[in-house]
């Protein structure tokens, strides 16, 4: 999994996102978890929640208890499992209002 987690930071860099998401360089990156692709060349499956934190802690950010809290709640808003696939549809912060 770890070559397909290379295969979106690429994606992200080459779309002009910063190799952190805590940078100040780069575009500001957003995102939104979906059931569902937004089919865009930024949008990227996930088998479930571990898959994603795994992915965000190897960009080099890290993952505390409240952010893993708030990812969790946003999975209860949504009304998804966390054990279940989802989408993570990657854009650039502002732009989630044209989706």
């Known amino acids: 999994?770890?070559?397909?987690?290379?295969?979106?930071?690429?994606?992200?860099?080459?779309?002009?996102?910063?190799?952190?998401?805590?940078?100040?360089t780069g575009k500001v990156l957003d995102f939104k978890i979906t059931p569902y692709s937004?089919?865009?060349?930024?949008?990227?499956r996930f088998g479930n929640i571990e898959e994603f934190t795994e992915f965000i802690k190897l960009t080099g950010n890290a993952i505390t208890d409240s952010k893993l809290?708030?990812?969790?709640?946003?999975?209860?808003?949504?009304?998804?499992d966390t054990d279940d696939f989802f989408y993570v549809n990657f854009f650039e912060k502002g732009e989630d209002e044209k989706m």
């Not at 937004?38 to 990227?44: A, C, I, R, V």
């Not at 809290?69 to 009304?79: D, K, R, T, V």
């Open 38 to 44: 937004l089919n865009t060349k930024l949008s990227f």
């Open 69 to 80: 809290q708030l990812i969790n709640m946003a999975f209860i808003e949504l009304g998804m």
């Open 1 to 24: 999994m770890k070559e397909s987690y290379n295969a979106i930071a690429e994606a992200l860099k080459i779309a002009g996102f910063s190799s952190s998401l805590e940078e100040a």
